[in-house]
């Protein structure tokens, strides 16, 4: 799967700070502990200081492409820091975070996924929000990727995101979300799908447990990727166990090779 | 879900040796410690002495039943066995394991059901042996409920395992175990599944970690139970948060109830 690592996030308290302070040495290290830890892509978000999202996300972009080769995910529900972001990227190709069916976002967002061939994470939500059934979450991201296939972009451009709220709220938030990303997937099977994991824990204790209980609940229902943080040990050991479970490790090769590398520790 | 405790079977060494030498005080813990670790039934199993199997499980059931309140799941491929067995089950309605399609068993079983009213671990093979496609599977499972429901056993009364084999022998062992277990809940609403969880892990190193995640991925697709190993506390853990992940937890209050008592010790 392919792990994008959260931990450059404004909405994160430690990071607001260090983004206030240009505390440039606490940022790199942890652009670059998640590259080490085996993170694929680096989520870059500015989004907690509105007024001025485009230039900390440059100097965002430019500090963290400093500490990591890394391509990013630059995640902003602005299309200007989103272009800003871009306009600077370097390596590899770059994440577009996000796209909706909202009216007034979706043609300024396309444009840019087209621009740069980017990928973009597309969240199954328009103008109403969100949707509060399977079925209706499930035409939203159908119209979504549609509505995005048929502007030019490729299906294998896309992870669509079917946005995890809280279990804690309502009961079934996961399982709309685990359908979502099945009906997706079976719909869809060159499109790929994606996950702000750590939504599903929101209020309750010892979210970590819950967050990699459900990751391993959404990889078996075809999840490819998710917005995750590397650092966690346990979850990365859970992919990897997710992986030889769900046929995608030939002969459990990989799971064996990190089991005896983490035993020589 | 339905936790069967799978600790008294004669199949694991310690056990075997405890029951050749008849040491009751051992057999006895395994019985009392794995009902306070919460589980459901016990399974009991005297099959690794076939010349004297009838006698050792009328003894281990004789025996379980001091240290226990728990029903029991009579484990044997013996019709012989599960019938002596039976006729000393004393607490709550007892599980027959197994029965499977095969043509000189299926109605020596079926007639211990309809007798003693029991539930029914239903084994998805038949003569041919274990099937090698996720749809074989599920094709020998559906013609063995419909056969054992026209007996007159109720659906609910059948456990269904569809099998599980290790992932370290063909890649989608995993997931034709998941895939069977998905298609019996859609087509049999009312049926029971459940599995001997171990299996998935035979020959690899760390089992427990992969049983666990292995349980999460089984219980999203629908299994109602499992023989598992009820004094793995994290595996325990998994099935609260499963449960919470999963809608059967109003409010998840039965995870935050426990996660506080464990906070306490």
Same mark, same amino acid.
Request: hydrophobic share 45%; aromatic share 6%; glycine share 4%.
């Given at each position: 799967?392919?792990?994008?690592?959260?931990?450059?996030?404004?909405?994160?308290?430690?990071?607001?700070?260090?983004?206030?302070?240009?505390?440039?040495? %606490?940022? #790199?290290?942890?652009?670059?502990?998640?590259?080490?830890?085996?993170?694929? @892509?680096?989520?870059? &978000?500015?989004?907690?200081?509105?007024?001025? *999202?485009?230039?900390?996300? #440059?100097?965002?972009? =430019?500090?963290?492409?400093?500490?990591?080769?890394?391509?990013?995910?630059?995640?902003? !529900?602005?299309?200007?820091?989103?272009?800003?972001?871009?306009?600077?990227?370097?390596?590899?190709?770059?994440?577009?975070?996000?796209?909706?069916? *909202?009216?007034?976002? %979706?043609?300024?967002?396309?444009?840019?996924?087209?621009?740069?061939?980017?990928? +973009?994470?597309?969240?199954?939500?328009?103008?109403?929000?969100?949707?509060?059934? $399977?079925?209706?979450? %499930?035409?939203?991201?159908?119209?979504?990727?549609?509505?995005?296939?048929?502007?030019?972009?490729?299906?294998?451009?896309? @992870?669509?995101? !079917?946005?995890?709220?809280?279990?804690?709220?309502?009961?079934?938030?996961?399982?709309?979300?685990? =359908? $979502?990303?099945?009906?997706?997937?079976?719909?869809? !099977? $060159?499109? &790929?799908? $994606?996950?702000?994991?750590?939504?599903?824990? %929101?209020?309750?204790?010892?979210?970590?447990?819950? &967050?990699?209980?459900?990751?391993?609940?959404?990889?078996?229902?075809?999840?490819?990727?998710?917005?995750?943080?590397?650092?966690?040990? =346990?979850?990365?050991?859970? +992919?990897?166990?997710?992986?030889?479970?769900?046929?995608?490790?030939?002969?459990?090769?990989?799971?064996?090779?990190?089991?005896?590398?983490?035993?020589?520790?």
């Amino acid at each position: 799967m392919l792990i994008i690592g959260e931990k450059i996030n404004s909405t994160r308290k430690m990071v607001k700070q260090a983004i206030a302070d240009k505390d440039q040495a %606490f940022l #790199q290290k942890l652009a670059s502990d998640q590259t080490e830890a085996g993170a694929d @892509y680096l989520d870059v &978000n500015s989004g907690a200081f509105p007024q001025e *999202e485009v230039e900390l996300m #440059q100097w965002l972009v =430019e500090i963290t492409q400093q500490a990591s080769d890394l391509p990013l995910c630059l995640d902003s !529900p602005n299309p200007a820091a989103i272009a800003a972001g871009l306009a600077l990227h370097k390596n590899g190709r770059p994440i577009i975070n996000s796209i909706t069916a *909202e009216a007034d976002k %979706f043609p300024k967002v396309i444009k840019l996924v087209k621009e740069h061939d980017a990928l +973009v994470l597309a969240l199954a939500m328009g103008d109403d929000g969100i949707t509060k059934t $399977t079925d209706d979450r %499930f035409a939203v991201a159908k119209n979504l990727i549609e509505d995005i296939c048929n502007q030019g972009v490729q299906p294998e451009q896309i @992870y669509l995101d !079917p946005l995890i709220q809280p279990v804690s709220v309502q009961n079934d938030f996961g399982i709309i979300a685990l =359908e $979502t990303i099945r009906k997706v997937k079976q719909h869809f !099977p $060159t499109a &790929n799908t $994606t996950c702000g994991l750590s939504n599903i824990s %929101f209020g309750l204790p010892r979210r970590a447990d819950i &967050n990699r209980c459900f990751l391993v609940m959404a990889l078996a229902a075809g999840l490819d990727s998710a917005i995750v943080d590397p650092l966690d040990n =346990e979850l990365m050991k859970m +992919v990897k166990i997710a992986d030889a479970l769900l046929g995608k490790d030939r002969y459990c090769k990989n799971y064996i090779k990190a089991f005896r590398s983490t035993e020589k520790k």
